[in-house]
């Protein structure tokens, strides 16, 4: 789930009849029913069209849930309850807001509940968008990303495992251009693994959005899974083998305890056909001053 | 999850519809969609799941991972059946017919 962030998107006020709006995320068109403000992540799509406001998703009789449970937004404990129907996905969470997806991730429409739902719409905002690209086949992991020389290099893990920091880092101290911050979406077949770089990192101010001119995809050369480090151990990497990698890249996929069953089987699709496509390894990572150095040896020069 | 019933040599056993497995390399990945929990299975794990094919008696499927794998058939039956019962607790599996 999108968590705790700084304000990020703003909304116009939510009012029936507001003609809707189109954005690029991470690539792909979507459909919103409420103007989604520039972000460098999210540019303006040159498909134009407008959505009108509706508060009437589906028929009752389509809906059923796919899960109901009490988990924290923005430090509140809150019932978050998903339904899967033929038109599409809705998420609501209580005190919130609701979000629905189409069924072909092409179209969303948002109803924030509140003050803070308007102030802060990533809350329920972020998990809509987050599935509108998954029913379009595109994942993403929580992780950060660099440019590495051969293309993207992927470091997934925990919070707190130090993917944020490792990206800021390798960009501040040794010229590697920051791809994702926190939430990395990306493709995967057999034909081809890339990053989508263009999707809002929630947590990092707009000047240090990826740029709007940037390429649409990299390819992934390499993804680390992050593991703890005693402080005093060296930084090392070792090699993972391709089931664990793979339960890795579908645990820390986002907001996955929102998708249907048709997309966790597509999940696990994409998570195989990543980890047998790309270079998957653990990156053993001591948070202590100089480790930074030895892991920038350990990708070579960007 | 409910205790995983005895299994014998004449155990026959299926997939459950609702566990999706793949395979990746020589090892597999199972999804068991009612619970959005992925497993993560090693190479025996994978070619032990790829002969349940809800007709084979599991003697046959120990005979032939005798054939295909350097070890004895006590270390065998005891991991296989240590592994059948974990995922039949965890609804990947279930009992066909035979006890």
Request: glycine share 6%; net charge negative.
């Amino acid at each position: 789930m999108l968590a705790s962030s700084d304000v990020l998107l703003t909304l116009s006020r939510p009012l029936a009849g507001t003609p809707g709006t189109a954005a690029l995320i991470a690539g792909l068109r979507l459909r919103a029913s409420q103007t989604i403000p520039a972000l460098p992540a999210l540019r303006p799509s040159p498909f134009a069209f407008s959505v009108g406001y509706s508060s009437a998703i589906f028929a009752p009789t389509d809906v059923f849930p796919v899960l109901s449970l009490t988990t924290l937004v923005a430090d509140t404990p809150t019932e978050v309850t998903c339904h899967v129907a033929p038109a599409g996905i809705t998420v609501h969470a209580t005190g919130f807001g609701e979000v629905f997806i189409a069924a072909d991730g092409c179209r969303l429409t948002w109803h924030p509940s509140d003050d803070l739902a308007r102030q802060r719409p990533e809350l329920i905002l972020g998990p809509g968008l987050v599935l509108a690209l998954a029913l379009q086949q595109v994942f993403c992991l929580h992780s950060s990303a660099v440019l590495g020389p051969e293309g993207a290099v992927l470091f997934s893990g925990d919070s707190g495992a130090g993917k944020s920091t490792l990206a800021a880092r390798l960009s501040a101290l040794h010229g590697y251009q920051r791809l994702t911050d926190d939430i990395t979406p990306f493709t995967a077949s057999a034909s081809e693994c890339s990053l989508l770089p263009h999707f809002p990192q929630l947590k990092l101010p707009p000047e240090s959005q990826h740029p709007a001119d940037a390429p649409e995809r990299y390819p992934i050369a390499r993804l680390y899974l992050l593991s703890e480090s005693p402080a005093d151990a060296p930084v090392r990497d070792e090699p993972v083998s391709p089931s664990v990698a793979a339960l890795s890249v579908c645990r820390h996929a986002v907001a996955s305890r929102l998708f249907p069953e048709s997309l966790m089987a597509r999940l696990l699709h994409a998570s195989t056909a990543l980890v047998e496509n790309v270079e998957v390894r653990h990156l053993h990572y001591p948070k202590r001053p100089g480790s930074i150095a030895d892991v920038a040896r350990l990708l070579g020069t960007p | 999850m409910t205790p995983a019933p005895p299994l014998s040599h004449a155990t026959v056993l299926h997939i459950r519809p609702g566990a999706l497995v793949k395979r990746i390399q020589q090892e597999a990945v199972i999804l068991v969609l009612a619970e959005n929990r992925f497993l993560a299975v090693t190479e025996v794990g994978a070619r032990t799941l790829e002969l349940i094919d809800g007709q084979t008696p599991l003697g046959d499927i120990l005979a032939r991972l005798l054939e295909e794998y350097d070890v004895s058939r006590e270390q065998l039956e005891a991991d296989v059946y240590a592994f059948l019962s974990q995922l039949i607790a965890a609804n990947v599996v279930e009992v066909e017919r035979g006890r």
